[in-house]
């Protein structure tokens, strides 16, 4: 798991005694972006992890990073696939929806043979993030697409309000 940041001041979460080898693997950073504070967690679970383990960590991570002026991205491999309806799939949904946190990922993430699903992706309140872009980037190396959020976020503290750019 990786989260790039550039010119943007951030601080480490320790969530370590959230995770589990195979069944939930997490970090998480806090960016200082004047006015925002925004929290990113990563989160992968492996395809033989249990299901109910992240289901419980993570609903334990986000309420205990959970601020209403801390504003929450997830993003990672759950290994859910996002492209059809499951009960696996309804149970992280009603957790993130809670918390106003949407999939804005919506196209398959890993290709291979017949076979497509997306199993990466990246949850955000679309109602506090107005503008923000996201994309599919093949890096080659795995053999899933590497997923990318792009936030517009307005500098307010700036004379001429220069639109500075996360990418995620």
Same mark, same amino acid.
């Given at each position: 798991?990786?989260?790039?940041?550039?010119?943007?001041?951030? $601080?480490?979460?320790?969530?370590?005694?959230?995770?589990?080898?195979?069944?939930?693997?997490?970090?998480?950073?806090?960016?200082?972006?004047?006015?925002?504070?925004?929290?990113?967690?990563?989160?992968?679970? $492996?395809?033989?992890?249990?299901?109910? %383990?992240?289901?419980?960590?993570?609903?334990?991570?986000?309420?205990?990073?959970?601020?209403?002026?801390?504003?929450?991205?997830?993003?990672?491999?759950?290994?859910?696939?996002?492209?059809?309806? $499951?009960?696996?799939?309804?149970?992280?949904?009603?957790?993130?929806?809670? %918390?106003?946190?949407?999939?804005?990922?919506?196209?398959?993430?890993?290709?291979?043979?017949?076979?497509?699903?997306?199993?990466?992706?990246?949850?955000?309140?679309?109602?506090?993030?107005?503008?923000?872009?996201?994309?599919?980037?093949?890096?080659?190396?795995?053999?899933?697409?590497?997923?990318?959020?792009?936030?517009?976020?307005?500098?307010?503290? $700036?004379?001429?309000?220069? %639109?500075?750019?996360?990418?995620?």
């Amino acid at each position: 798991m990786c989260v790039y940041t550039k010119h943007f001041p951030f $601080s480490v979460i320790n969530i370590e005694k959230f995770c589990k080898d195979k069944d939930l693997e997490a970090c998480a950073l806090k960016l200082d972006l004047l006015p925002f504070k925004i929290c990113v967690i990563t989160v992968y679970r $492996s395809p033989i992890g249990n299901f109910q %383990y992240i289901i419980k960590g993570l609903g334990n991570i986000i309420k205990t990073i959970y601020k209403p002026v801390v504003h929450l991205i997830i993003c990672g491999d759950k290994n859910i696939n996002y492209l059809i309806e $499951s009960k696996e799939k309804q149970e992280l949904n009603n957790i993130l929806n809670s %918390y106003s946190l949407v999939s804005v990922i919506n196209l398959p993430t890993r290709v291979k043979n017949n076979s497509r699903s997306a199993v990466d992706n990246i949850f955000i309140d679309t109602t506090q993030f107005g503008m923000y872009t996201t994309g599919s980037v093949v890096n080659g190396l795995l053999d899933h697409d590497t997923q990318m959020l792009e936030l517009h976020v307005i500098n307010l503290n $700036s004379e001429r309000n220069n %639109y500075k750019t996360l990418t995620i």
